[in-house]
């Protein structure tokens, strides 16, 4: 099976998200390290903010230590952490996008049983076999092949008619795991 394929910058958000997504999921069965981390952030913020109320151990004239504030000051700060932290992956996936060149290239690919060969027209090619590779997950836009180490290969949907992601899939379902 041949045929070539060009990565859009959504194609490629999608791509980061499934990989990112499925790496969150396993950190969230970490919770119980991820809720004492939280208390503990928490306790921090609490006594660094009692400190900026009361410098010194005085009391700043007018102005009482209030726990709840504290919390809630706390907490806020820690949600907005988190908010800016997905917010910043997608900018990041966006600046990688636009500042590799060989991201929007056009790929040439050859699928067989024994392996897959990739051509890129900036001058990268590879052929490898199905053993290097660790297995395959799809989405609505795009099917990746991931190795071992993380790194992964993107095959946009939109570019393969129905019958070629068919074929794809049988081959790659024979070859690889899904995941």
């Known amino acids: 099976m041949r045929f070539s394929v060009r990565v859009t910058q959504r194609d490629y958000i999608d791509a980061g998200h499934m990989i990112q997504r499925k790496t969150f999921l396993r950190?969230?069965?970490?919770?119980?390290y991820l809720a004492i981390t939280c208390i503990?952030?928490?306790?921090?913020g609490i006594a660094f903010l009692s400190g900026l109320n009361a410098p010194n151990g005085m009391e700043v004239p007018g102005h009482r230590s209030n726990?709840?504030?504290?919390?809630?000051?706390?907490?806020?700060?820690?949600?907005?952490g988190g908010a800016s932290f997905i917010a910043f992956r997608a900018i990041?996936?966006?600046?990688?996008?636009r500042n590799?060149?060989?991201?929007?290239?056009?790929?040439?690919?050859?699928?067989?049983a024994?392996?897959?060969?990739?051509?890129?027209?900036?001058?990268?090619?590879?052929?490898?076999?199905?053993t290097v590779l660790k297995f395959w997950r799809e989405s609505r836009?795009?099917?990746?092949?991931?190795?071992p180490s993380g790194i992964y290969h993107i095959i946009p949907k939109?570019?393969?008619?129905?019958?070629?992601?068919?074929?794809?899939?049988?081959l790659l379902t024979t070859a690889l795991p899904e995941r």
């Open 67 to 80: 726990p709840i504030e504290d919390v809630l000051s706390t907490g806020l700060w820690l949600l907005a």
């Open 141 to 147: 836009q795009v099917l990746l092949l991931v190795y």
């Open 100 to 112: 590799n060149p060989n991201l929007r290239a056009e790929i040439c690919w050859t699928i067989t």
């Open 40 to 44: 503990v952030w928490l306790a921090l």
């Open 158 to 170: 939109a570019n393969l008619s129905a019958a070629q992601i068919e074929e794809l899939r049988s």
């Open 92 to 97: 990041r996936l966006r600046w990688e996008y």
């Open 114 to 130: 024994e392996g897959i060969s990739v051509t890129s027209t900036m001058g990268d090619s590879s052929t490898e076999p199905w």
């Open 27 to 32: 950190h969230v069965i970490l919770w119980p």
